[in-house]
């Protein structure tokens, strides 16, 4: 039976252990400005999936990465020193896409933005295609039509 409260306290657990050693830093120059955005364990508690972003250049995220790589036995020892479980999990880093999407984000926002702008442009210079008022108005009677009809109402 999976506990998920446990995976995610464990999640939880080794995001900040990981974000405190890399804080305090490596011995690696390769590593860049690191950020932990998230760490998810399987049910089992054997693999975690700890997602990073990096910032800078894409050279800088490439190096980042590789110095991740190379010092995973050494994260991984000190996830297992701080912790109170039988097994140490495997960690595994995964370049989060957070970045990309966000550039994405902002320039789809941006071309609606656009697209709203020529919209509301078109609106100010239009005209109307019929009348002003397109709805039906309730039509005023003759009172000899109302006379007519209440009368054919009476004979019924």
């Not at 550039?103 to 100010?124: F, M, N, S």
């Amino acid at each position: 039976m999976v506990d998920h409260s446990r995976a995610a306290r464990l999640s939880d657990r080794i995001r900040v252990i990981l974000a405190e050693r890399l804080e305090r830093g490596l011995r690696d120059p390769r590593l860049g400005f690191v950020t932990i955005t998230e760490v998810k364990v399987t049910g089992d508690l054997q693999h975690a999936s700890v997602f990073y972003t990096v910032l800078g250049t894409e050279e800088e995220r490439r190096s980042s990465a590789e110095a991740l790589k190379a010092a995973t036995g050494m994260l991984r020892s000190e996830v297992g020193k701080h912790l109170n479980v039988r097994l140490t999990p495997s960690l595994e880093f995964i370049a989060d896409a957070i970045p990309e999407n966000a550039h994405h984000i902002a320039d789809l926002l941006r071309e609606a933005r656009e697209r709203d702008e020529a919209v509301a442009g078109l609106a100010a210079s239009a005209q109307y295609a019929g009348d002003a008022d397109p709805y039906v108005k309730p039509r005023e009677f003759d009172e000899a039509a109302e006379d007519a009809d209440a009368e054919g109402l009476e004979r019924m």
